[in-house]
């Protein structure tokens, strides 16, 4: 059992007053006084829709917001849910909050809210993120149902998203899980999931809190540890995600949370995926993978501009980086003009020989991670431009080969990783 | 007369050999603590060689651009440098010892001053390595940042980051050294004068216009430039 010292004596006093629960649903807070509300409501309706009968808690792990995101939390009353959705509960429906530092970590509110689990004995837990404004009572429903009815210790969402939302989960994130580990689980960096007590208490006594984990791309290491624990995992569709707003300007800080994240967990599982091969689909509820063809204003010239640029200032970071040949490939690339394609094999072995790079240290680690943004954007021209005028069913496609290709050169990892140099 | 050159040539062939047999053992001890000396560097340079090379120290002076320096220079590696900068120093400590023991007048206070400057020697090469992987860790920072925030002449801005630190190390080296204290406190004076100088100048110049491009970029082509980009990466 993990040790609870990091929670506070008043939050520990708010969960011994609740008592065990059946249900925990964690909301991890920063200033979202805006959208809070509406998600907490869809919680509530769909706990009491649900799961009438059980005993449920909805923890609010707030990173010191300055807006009153935790007294609204606290301050919903379930009458007012009540009355809005004709539904009644047999159980008190609790909802606490607890500070757990004055700046955003969602480590350490992933980590709050796992302890909370952990000593209120949950049997299925629930994440939800607080950006999530079109989350419907169903999310509850499809996430904590596959857990507390049938058995499974993760449940990973998949979404209908526009084709070109979440580019580096489709053309990163999701190919490379996959390959590597041998699950195709969709959202491997998931926004909202579910997970059972066995495997909360199994993260919380196993994940390196001390050493850096407390930053953020939690959610990710999560996933890989439920893949690598040998935990059950499936799928649920959820419908529409709004993506979140970000602009060019965040992509360093999305990649060192994510593709960070996941360079630095492949060393720690070695072990395990360097002895996989092929990939299993995982059980899915609803669909696996649902695109829409709404047209995406995208910048596709400053994308080009900004590879080219990447690729002629970086070149002695390059060299630190990736082999000769593919250096060389990159450098024949740039130099074209509208023709101008960054093939799949191409990216699948960059982003390998990265991987690689940042397993032994060549430079910086983070400056790896800095020097992969610009390659990704040409990636991101490429997918946009092949994928212009194509059917939800073709972009499926081209995302289908982007996997083999990364299962097919896994073997060109694995000798990288292997080599002294 | 006869006598008399009979016995100086005795009397210097005496003393020569007074004196060989005063030195001759010297000398052995000198030949062996030279002889022991280049044996103990030997061991020294071969144990030091594969601890830098377990601790990947190459990579550490790649990082540090020493290497692109040493290859320039037709040098051989960062680790073979300093195995063999250790392995002199060693070898030329024990010679020295050698020497002082011959007992010649002047020569001792040498080699005792010698024996003093090692240490601001090697505490020299010590700020000098670590100066010039702090330098090529900013500049390398400042390159990434610049390329990522599209920021123009991202390269000029890595050189001056580099050269700005390198200075600095440069002077504090020469202090460590005690070598022209005073020439190398004025030139950095005059150096970092005249870059900030410049750096006035050409922003006073160039200002009017960097500043409007800069308002431009900040407020109209990038607000326009970003509605026009909806993509979000997770």
Known sequence: ?????????????????????????????????????????????????????????????????????????????????????????????????????????????????????????????????????????????????????????????????????????????????????????????????????????????????????????????????????????????????????????????????????????????????????????????????????????????????????????????????????????????????????????????????????YQKSVISRDHIIQALAPLFRGRVYTFVVENRNGSANDVANNIEALCLEFERLKPYLLEMWKSKE | MREMIVNELTQAVQDLARGFAHYLPRLIVMLILAFVGWMIAYVVKVVLRSILRFIKFDRLSENAGASQLLAKAALPSATEMLSRFVFWVTWLGFILLGVSVLGILGLQEQIARFFLFLPRLFVAVLILFFGMLAAGFSARAALLAAVNANVPSPRLLSLAVRSIIMVFVLSIVFEELGLAEETMLVAFGIAFGALMLGLAIAFGIGGKDLARRFLEEKFVRNKKEQDEDELSPL
């Open chain 1, 1 to 357: 059992m993990e040790d609870g010292n990091f929670l506070t004596d008043d939050f520990l006093r708010q969960l011994i007053n609740v008592g065990e629960v059946d249900i925990l649903v964690g909301l991890p807070t920063h200033n979202n006084a805006k959208t809070v509300d509406s998600i907490v409501h869809a919680i509530r309706t769909g706990i009491l829709r649900g799961f009438p009968r059980e005993r449920a808690v909805i923890i609010n792990a707030d990173g010191g917001s300055r807006d009153g995101t935790p007294e609204l939390i606290t301050g919903i009353s379930i009458d007012d849910v009540r009355r809005a959705s004709s539904v009644y509960a047999l159980r008190t429906l609790h909802a606490i909050s607890t500070k757990y530092a004055s700046t955003q970590q969602s480590g350490v509110a992933l980590r709050t809210i796992l302890a909370a689990a952990e000593l209120l004995r949950a049997k299925a837990c629930l994440v939800v993120s607080p950006e999530s404004e079109n989350i419907t009572p169903e999310w509850v429903s499809n996430l904590v149902r596959p857990v507390y009815y049938d058995g499974f210790d993760l449940v990973s969402p998949t979404y209908c998203r526009n084709k070109f939302d979440g580019l580096l989960m489709t053309n990163l994130l999701y190919p490379m899980v996959r390959a590597l580990y041998g699950v195709r689980v969709h959202e491997s960096y998931m926004s909202e999931f579910g997970f059972s007590g066995r495997l909360a208490s199994q993260f919380l006594g196993q994940n390196r809190w001390n050493e850096g984990a407390g930053e953020n791309g939690i959610e990710l290491r999560f996933t890989l540890a439920a893949v690598t624990g040998g935990f059950r995992i499936c799928q649920s569709f959820l419908g529409k995600k709004d993506p979140a707003e970000r602009r060019a300007a965040d992509l360093v800080p999305t990649l060192r949370q994510s593709v960070g994240v996941l360079f630095s967990a492949l060393e720690a599982d070695f072990q395990v995926w360097s002895g996989v091969s092929g990939s299993q689909e995982v059980p899915t509820t609803g669909s696996d993978q649902e695109l829409v063809l709404d047209p995406l204003r995208v910048n596709r010239k400053r994308l080009r501009e900004m590879f080219v640029r990447g690729v002629s200032e970086l070149e002695s970071v390059f060299q630190s980086i990736l082999s000769p040949s593919t250096l060389a490939e990159l450098k024949r690339i740039a130099g074209l003009e509208e023709q101008f394609r960054y093939p799949a094999e191409l990216w699948v072995k960059t982003v390998y020989e990265f991987a690689a790079a």
